[in-house]
């Protein structure tokens, strides 16, 4: 063997070993979820296996995690909330990914918290929830202050969240100040719903369907975000960074006073740092209590408004063709809260505003968009 044989081999032998001394927890692993009755958790096997043994063994996993929920029926959650954080019992604490929950097959697969917590608390760990229906959430006063009915994500650390095809129905975080019936978020990372539905979720506080982060985006695209109830911002609650709205609906929800809200903004509430765009959408039929029956904003984001620089186009309905939405030549009408700046001109000078409803047209100085 000459010299440079043995120099290689040398070379060699020690990246082997060390691709042979990689950790198998790197790979990814699929867990199918056999059991759909709720029992104090143990070890998830081929044979036994509920959602909550799949969501440990995901979260003590360090890889990429798939569970797979197959039936259409209903997986329900029963073990009473102690407040813990690794989803021993309450609701299901997500803290490793990323994590894919998904139902296969047609329609959608349901998991049902039976008012026992909300369904998930998502920190740290980037999540796809697809075609899940989930509902019977009912927030803890102890755990992430008492907001998120449904899904609370964030308040384990921040984590990137896609909900898919689902529905987030029926939830509660009825405490006063409790946010977000149907979703609360504290990420400061991006939180997306497409192709989904959030609707006769409530709250005590703000966002009876939906609170955005004050820190972190949002994007709601061919959703809807229908028949929720919050004190203040029935459907959705907007606190920061954009969040945006595209091709939506939001309709009959209703903001109903609180005692610590004035009932402002049945539809969408814009908070003083708030950002909105809302694209291509419908904001419908919506209620409140004090004023913006369709949106409202915070006296703050009014007077960043009140300057005669700036303008507002109301949203309308899309006239483009489904074929050409995407193209860049297509017409796609656009409101922003706060408005953009315009030049200062004769015609700046007066802004369009979104239509109010007779109520609260009188008193629009204090209603902000309608």
Sequence with gaps: MTRASNFMIRRALPCALALALLPAAAQARTYQVTVQTDHKPDTCTAAECTLREAVIAANKHKGADTIVLSSRKRYELA???????????????????????VHPGRGTAT???????????????KTTLDKLTILGGYSNKTDADGDGGGIAVGDLGDAPLTILRSRIIHNRAPWVGGNGGGIDSDSSTLVKLIDSEVSNNDSGGSGGGIEGSPDGQMLIQRTKVVNNKAAQAGGVMVFGPPVRIVESTIAGNLASAGPEAEGDGGGIYVGARGRLELT??????????TSGGGTSATRAARRRSASPRSSATAPTRTTCPAARRAASTCARPVFRWPP???????????????????????????????
């Design 111 to 125: 998991i049902d918290a039976n008012r026992t917590d909300r369904v998930f608390d998502i920190g740290r760990a």
């Design 280 to 289: 291509n959408s419908t904001v419908a039929n919506n209620g409140a209590y």
């Design 340 to 370: 953009t700046p315009v030049s200062r001109t004769r015609s700046s000078r007066s802004t369009s505003r979104p239509e109010e409803s007779p109520r609260t047209a009188a008193a629009s100085a204090s209603s902000g968009p309608g």
């Design 79 to 101: 073990l009473a909330s102690t407040g813990e954080d690794k989803a021993a019992n309450g609701d299901l604490d997500i803290a490793s990914g990323p994590l894919t929950i």
